[in-house]
Nanobody
Framework: QVALVESGGTTVQAGDSLTLSCAVS????????WAWFRRAPGKDREAVSV????????YYATSVKGRFTISRDKTNNTLYLQMESLKPEDTARYYC?????????????????WGQGTQVTVSS
């Protein structure tokens, strides 16, 4: 069993940077694929970034590539999402998720563990 708690969401100005954290309890990072999803008003939940259990592979959505960085700290059992050059279109509720799928995947149905989310609002 895995429990995920996100934090760090807030309201920022366009162009600002922000780092989201996801505290993981119940399991270590071993053998899980970890991801950040987001859901903007009126849109489906989409995968923003994914990292495999070893940290050797990552995925970024085209819309955030070059601006966002996913990482995980095994010592602190925390998943991070560093966000730079934020845009109003990045406004969404951000969720961290864990999957036992074993490979990078952006399919939300393959993630069995979810946090409650943290709201990021980017004003222009």
């Amino acid at each position: 069993q895995v429990a995920l708690v996100e934090s760090g969401g807030t309201t920022v100005q366009a162009g600002d940077s922000l780092t989201l954290s996801c505290a993981v309890s119940g399991r270590t990072f071993s053998r899980y694929t970890w991801a950040w999803f987001r859901r903007a008003p009126g849109k489906d939940r989409e995968a923003v970034s994914v990292i495999n259990w070893s940290g050797s592979e990552t995925y970024y959505a085209t819309s955030v590539k070059g601006r966002f960085t996913i990482s995980r700290d095994k010592t602190n059992n925390t998943l991070y999402l560093q966000m730079e050059s934020l845009k109003p279109e990045d406004t969404a509720r951000y969720y961290c998720a864990a999957s036992l799928y074993g490979m990078l995947t952006t399919h939300r149905e393959r993630y069995g563990y979810w946090g409650q989310g943290t709201q990021v609002t980017v004003s222009s």
